[in-house]
């Protein structure tokens, strides 16, 4: 009696803490995430989120105004119509989109290549807004924090300290808060309603199927490479889903706009450039084999082909420098931070040498407003040291102590560092040893 008194508690207590219908499925769920903390996840994680996968498509800006245009336009007829939506493209190859919570979507300029027509960008980011809308990502921190698992993960994101922000970016490289891995009922949801939403703004629902067909094309020739068997592993493509979009598809009639010239129009510069993303690709494969002259041949033409794209002269920039050729390094790093200011690699690889050349004040000028951008261990490593030979040991010790919190060789260096900058701890345990 008294346990299923206490469970009958329990689960009351949950049902206060959130019970809620969803806005867009209707179905009655469990909902431990409140909506205030649902926004401030997707605003906190989208400006990172982007860093880390390649920074935003910056070339012709236009394109980037117009995806949030049609993702604007789409979002009015969503059943969350007042989140704070907002899209944008990503300059990376892999044929991939996402969403945060509260409506932060983002879109790859490698998938945007990939499409035909405005029809099939409009279900590319109406699936997107369904997943935001529909709480998946929120739901399923919900579930992880009833399983007892994710608790940690929820309460990270939702911190908001001055350095809070690092403890989840993993210090910026690779490390993740969370990913988005749907489960495959919440992609068929996505699509479902996603492709109701596209219609009711007038787009043809064929669209979405044929996304699903170039999904699932791709994912069956062979020899895929990482990124795209990443990208599965996240939106598994399947012919069932084929199958329910089709079938969704004439449920809704088959009628609709498709904007193709639009589109083409949209993209004709990411299509124009399509050869020296190509050349970028090859330049990082020549690198991978050790074949730097090659790689540095490849990028050369790539940056002939478009000398305006910052991530070219990044890739240069790295190549160089692998071959301790810092002052020609320093150039291309510096190309890269004026053609592209909002991303964070450039400002970083010039900060770095700048503080081997022992200019103290730009090396941290610079490494600085790479950590506002996307905050990573090697440059607060850094900015720890220069403010040592400034004789600022407290804010060395500060900075010191986030690379520690993230381990490896650097965090090891920070360590040490703190072990010279630190009182040694008070040892009662020593004291009390010595009056036995
Ligand atoms: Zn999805």
């Not at 983002?106 to 997107?128: F, K, M, P, Y």
């Not at 994710?150 to 350095?163: P, R």
């Not at 299509?271 to 090859?282: G, I, L, V």
């Not at 050349?357 to 490494?367: G, I, M």
Request: a positive charge.
């Amino acid at each position: 009696m008294f346990q299923i008194g206490q469970i009958a508690a329990l689960f009351s207590l949950l049902i206060l803490a959130g019970c809620a219908v969803n806005p867009v499925t209707g179905k009655k769920e469990l909902s431990l995430i409140p909506a205030s903390q649902e926004l401030a996840i997707g605003t906190k994680n989208y400006g990172p989120y982007q860093q880390q996968q390649g920074g935003r498509y910056s070339v012709d800006p236009d394109l980037g105004r117009y995806v949030n245009q049609i993702g604007l336009k789409l979002a009015q007829y969503s059943k969350r119509s007042k989140l704070p939506y907002q899209f944008v493209v990503l300059n990376n190859d892999s044929p991939n989109a996402w969403a945060l919570p509260g409506g932060k979507i983002a879109i790859n300029r490698g998938l945007l290549t990939l499409l035909d027509d405005e029809a099939q960008l409009a279900a590319v980011l109406s699936h997107e807004i369904i997943h935001a809308a529909a709480k998946h990502s929120v739901n399923q921190m919900t579930q992880s924090i009833l399983l007892g698992i994710g608790m940690q993960a929820a309460t990270v994101a939702s911190k908001n300290t001055d350095y809070g922000h690092l403890a989840s970016m993993g210090a910026g490289l690779g490390g993740n808060l969370w990913s988005a891995r749907y489960g495959r009922q919440q992609e068929l949801e996505s699509d479902f309603y996603g492709m109701e939403l596209m219609a009711r703004a007038g787009y043809h629902p064929q669209a979405a199927v044929e996304l699903q067909e170039t999904f699932v094309r791709l994912s069956q020739q062979g020899n895929q490479a990482g990124w795209l068997q990443a990208l599965f592993a996240s939106h598994p493509p399947s012919t069932e889903r084929v199958a329910k979009n089709k079938a969704k598809a004439e449920a809704i009639g088959n009628v609709g706009i498709r904007n193709r010239s639009a589109y083409q129009q949209a993209i004709a510069q990411i299509t124009r450039d399509s050869e020296a993303y190509k050349a970028q690709q090859q330049a990082i494969a020549a690198a991978g084999k050790n074949d730097i002259a090659g790689a540095l041949g490849l990028i050369d033409s790539a940056i002939n082909i478009q000398p305006e794209e910052a991530l070219f002269h990044v890739t240069k920039a790295q190549l160089l420098l692998s071959q301790k050729q810092d002052s020609r390094a320093m150039a291309a790093f510096s190309k890269a931070a004026a053609l592209n200011p909002e991303y964070y690699i450039g400002h970083l690889g010039l900060g770095l040498i700048q503080k081997k050349q022992k200019r103290w004040t730009q090396a941290a000028s610079n490494l600085k407003k790479s950590t506002q951008l996307l905050p990573t261990q090697i440059a607060i490593y850094h900015l720890g040291e220069i403010e040592l030979t400034q004789g600022n040991k407290k804010q060395a010790i500060e900075y010191f102590k986030v690379a520690q919190q993230h381990g490896g060789s650097l965090g090891e260096k920070a360590q040490a560092q703190l072990q010279d900058l630190l009182p040694p701890p008070v040892n009662t345990t020593t004291t009390s040893n010595s009056t036995q």
